[in-house]
């Protein structure tokens, strides 16, 4: 059997071997107690647990179950590393506009590290100064692929378009004042945006982002090598 059957949840032991990673916990809706079993049942398969949107009621129901648990507070996630996934190589760059997109950048940042990514963290660098993020250009061209974080009206993965040639996922944010309609705006503005290739997660998503920014990573790090040496 593939699943543990807990009664509440049925935990997906194959979730590696199908998609790479290990099942991960959404601690929202979920009571500390339920979390801290699938807590300890993925981490009896797979060595690594991860849970996102975690409270300290959860982490402390986590804790007392498997001490070696860590509380990211301000990205409200819950880590353990048993058995390290193994680390590809390259970067992925996390980028968000300003400060108050932080959470949102920090739940992307842990879920990037604990599957194994080298993350180049590049904060407060929205349009409103874009001189910091032009500054920037070489370390993001240095990355494999940009997870691009953003409220008020989302601009900035379509600067950041302009200036690179990696996969951008854009991330909106409920950051901003009435008008932007807790992120619809900024969900809008990236959806719209002029800037080639850049796709779109839902909003304070930081989570959804990684993962696809992981699994392209992933998969760079298996793809042929095509150029003119190869074989050679």
């Given at each position: 059997?593939?699943?543990?059957?807990?009664?509440?949840?049925r935990?997906?032991?194959?979730?590696?071997?199908r998609?790479?990673?290990?099942?991960?916990?959404y601690?929202?809706?979920?009571?500390?107690?339920d979390?801290?079993?699938?807590?300890k049942?993925i981490?009896?398969?797979?060595?690594?647990m991860?849970?996102?949107?975690?409270?300290?009621?959860?982490?402390?129901?986590v804790a007392?179950?498997?001490?070696?648990?860590?509380y990211?507070?301000?990205?409200?996630?819950?880590?353990i590393?048993?058995?390290?996934?193994?680390?590809?190589?390259g970067?992925?760059?996390?980028?968000?506009?300003g400060?108050?997109?932080?959470?949102?950048?920090?739940?992307?940042?842990?879920t990037?590290e604990?599957?194994?990514n080298?993350?180049e963290?590049?904060?407060?660098?929205?349009?409103?100064?874009?001189?910091r993020?032009?500054?920037e250009?070489?370390?993001?061209?240095a990355?494999?692929?940009?997870?691009?974080?953003a409220?008020?009206?989302?601009?900035l993965?379509?600067?950041?378009?302009?200036?690179?040639?990696?996969?951008?996922?854009?991330?909106?944010?409920?950051?901003?004042?009435?008008?932007?309609?807790?992120?619809l705006?900024?969900l809008?503005?990236m959806l719209?945006?002029?800037g080639?290739?850049v796709?779109v997660?839902n909003i304070d998503n930081?989570?959804g982002?990684a993962y696809?920014?992981?699994?392209?990573?992933r998969?760079l790090?298996?793809?042929?090598?095509?150029g003119p040496?190869?074989?050679?």
């Open positions: 059997m593939t699943y543990v059957d807990l009664g509440f949840a935990v997906d032991t194959d979730r590696k071997r998609r790479g990673f290990p099942e991960v916990i601690c929202e809706g979920k009571t500390p107690a979390v801290a079993a699938i807590a049942t981490l009896e398969q797979d060595g690594v991860l849970g996102t949107r975690a409270s300290r009621e959860h982490f402390d129901a007392r179950e498997l001490p070696e648990a860590k990211h507070a301000r990205g409200r996630c819950i880590t590393e048993k058995t390290p996934l193994p680390k590809n190589t970067k992925i760059g996390v980028l968000c506009a400060t108050s997109d932080l959470p949102v950048a920090e739940e992307a940042v842990i990037l604990i599957f194994g080298h993350v963290k590049i904060f407060d660098v929205g349009v409103a100064g874009i001189h993020l032009i500054s250009r070489d370390r993001l061209e990355c494999n692929v940009l997870v691009v974080i409220g008020m009206e989302g601009a993965p379509s600067a950041v378009a302009g200036l690179v040639s990696k996969p951008i996922i854009a991330v909106p944010t409920s950051i901003g004042y009435g008008a932007s309609f807790g992120g705006a900024a809008l503005g719209n945006s002029c080639s290739g796709t997660v930081g989570f982002a696809a920014a992981a699994t392209i990573n998969l790090q298996t793809a042929p090598d095509t040496s190869a074989g050679n």
